[in-house]
């Protein structure tokens, strides 16, 4: 395929450096910044930089924030062939994906969310890699009007990608599992961070403290943009999460061993519950 990347930081340099290491697809980069897009083909993850000609793309990949994805698409959708698919790797559907799809569909073209649960600490095109994809998780996130021969498109390329698992969902629960499996707990890593003790933490840390505080160095602006389009699933997920955290507050305050016991062990039943339920998924 022609496949247009726009947005060269850590997910769509990503793709570009996946594509020209894993297939055969002529891969051209546009970015804002057109030192970055020096850099793409420097690296050789690009065939070429964006001229500003649309045609004969058979895939365009937005790879922009969810805001910025729907103005660009607003403003050159116009100038897109008739026959090229529109997918982006935004961190939220639901109602984003309804509002482009409409808009695609009003200008006689296809448009089919992809999200792939893969990233860095630190993003931009300088932390980009080839391999980012590997055995990573993958969604597509097609509605009822969405073709057939579409999503088995994306799905071959999150395969050539390197990802792992492939799921294909509705976006309205993709929100819904993400706002428990990634922005919730993104959330928790920026709070967790506040504490007073974190500049004394040095010496006293180890493997479970880097887990819970590696996502606190999040993009503040996508982050924030992705936290209020997803807003209803997200309170549920955090005022669940508040909900439990006060019966462990509660018995702290009560000297209540058993029933932090009780907590504790209810917490590691579930988690083990739900380690043997993964073995059993296939991939």
């Not at 020209?20 to 793409?40: L, P, Q, R």
């Not at 969604?139 to 579409?150: Q, T």
């Not at 509705?170 to 990634?182: C, G, L, Q, R, V």
């Amino acid at each position: 395929m022609n496949i247009l990347v726009v947005g060269l930081g850590l997910i769509g340099g990503s793709i570009c450096k996946a594509l020209k290491k894993y297939t055969n697809h002529y891969v051209v980069g546009c970015d804002c910044n057109h030192d970055i897009e020096f850099s793409a083909l420097r690296d050789v993850a690009v065939d070429a930089s964006f001229t500003g000609d649309y045609s004969g793309f058979d895939l365009i990949i937005m790879a922009l924030f969810p805001e910025a994805t729907e103005n660009y698409i607003k403003e050159h959708i116009s100038e897109f062939d008739k026959n090229t698919l529109i997918t982006d790797v935004c961190g939220i559907k639901g109602d984003f994906s309804e509002r482009v799809r409409k808009l695609a569909a009003e200008n006689g073209m296809r448009y089919v969310g992809i999200h792939p649960m893969a990233g860095k600490e630190f993003g931009g095109y300088a932390n980009s890699t080839a391999d980012l994809f590997q055995k990573a998780n993958f969604i597509i996130a097609p509605d009822d009007s969405s073709a057939d021969s579409d999503v088995e498109l994306l799905r071959s390329l999150a395969s050539e990608l390197g990802a792992g698992k492939i799921v294909v969902t509705s976006p309205e629960n993709h929100d819904k599992m993400i706002a428990y499996t990634s922005q919730l707990a993104h959330i928790v890593s920026s709070a967790y961070v506040k504490s007073p003790e974190l500049g004394l933490e040095c010496g006293f840390s180890g493997g479970s403290f880097q887990d819970m505080t590696r996502i606190a160095t999040m993009n503040e602006k996508m982050w924030t943009d992705l936290f209020m389009q997803n807003r209803d699933n997200l309170l549920y997920e955090l005022d669940t999460l508040i909900k439990n955290l006060n019966k462990y507050s509660e018995a702290l305050k009560n000297k209540d061993s058993e029933e932090m016991l009780r907590l504790i062990a209810e917490g590691r039943q579930l988690k083990e519950d739900n380690l043997r339920h993964r073995v059993g998924q296939p991939n």
